[in-house]
């Protein structure tokens, strides 16, 4: 069974500053996906970043971007230059490709962007 | 604008009653899902529907009920049967296997409490 694990339940930062949120996870397959997906409060959570496990190359996004490192199953977002509207729950997810009526979510971090 | 309609928002519950959560959506995805949400835990899967009339269980069906007799629509019924109802509860949709990326699309989420 694939897992996921967030170790961080809280972090904070700085406005403008860097921060990075770890995740690591668990599978014998092969072909997959990793997410993290943003939850501000109140509000819908949205896709924030996405890694195809067969690329080498990390994703970004604008601020965002991933450390994929898979033979160690580590899947950390760094976001840079941070801002108020980055305070909000993240998730690491994992889905084997293809199924994504499996999707696995991490237990969440917390955020929270101090003026 | 495209989405995902959740509703009601807030939901009381006595002890001993069905309640049903509606969703729905207009981005004409094939696949729908139902997500419970506790503080600590992550998403956990508690139905899916890859297609119209047809669903699954997830890890945590039990105590919940849904249908899927439109495309647009997946209600679900958390019945006197589910011991601890009381929860953040995510709808999600996806493209489906075709064209599949992986991305799901969630709604604001419905909070039910019971009393």
């Known amino acids: 069974a694939q897992t996921v694990t967030q170790s961080q339940p809280e972090m904070s930062v700085q406005e403008a500053e860097t921060v990075t949120l770890s995740c690591t996870y668990d599978?014998?397959?092969?072909?997959?996906?990793l997410f993290w997906y943003k939850q501000p409060p109140s509000r819908q959570m949205i896709l924030v970043i996405r890694?195809?496990?067969?690329?080498?190359q990390n994703a970004t996004e604008n601020r965002f971007s991933v450390n994929f490192q898979k033979a160690a199953k580590s899947f950390s977002l760094k976001i840079s230059d941070s801002q108020l509207g980055d305070t909000a729950m993240y998730f690491c997810?994992?889905?084997?490709?293809?199924?994504?009526?499996?999707?696995?979510f991490g237990a969440g971090t917390r955020l929270t962007v101090k003026p | 604008d495209g989405g995902i309609t959740q509703s009601p928002k807030y939901l009381f519950r006595k002890e001993g009653q069905n309640v049903t959560l509606s969703c729905e959506q207009n981005?004409?995805?094939?696949?729908m899902y139902w997500y419970r949400q506790d503080p600590g835990q992550g998403l956990r899967l508690i139905y899916y529907?890859?297609?119209?009339?047809?669903?699954q269980k997830g890890d945590i069906a039990e105590g919940y009920s849904v249908s899927r007799e439109k495309k647009e629509s997946f209600p679900l019924t958390v019945t006197s049967a589910q011991k601890n109802p009381t929860a953040f509860y995510l709808c999600?949709?996806?493209?489906?296997?075709?064209?599949?990326?992986?991305?799901?699309?969630f709604g604001e989420g419905s909070r039910l409490t019971v009393l």
């Open positions: 997810a994992f889905m084997i490709q293809y199924n994504n009526n499996d999707m696995r």
């Open positions: 999600a949709s996806s493209i489906g296997r075709v064209g599949n990326t992986g991305e799901l699309f």
């Open positions: 981005l004409n995805h094939d696949a």
């Open positions: 599978t014998s397959e092969s072909n997959y996906y």
């Open positions: 529907s890859q297609i119209v009339n047809d669903f």
């Open positions: 890694q195809e496990a067969y690329k080498q």
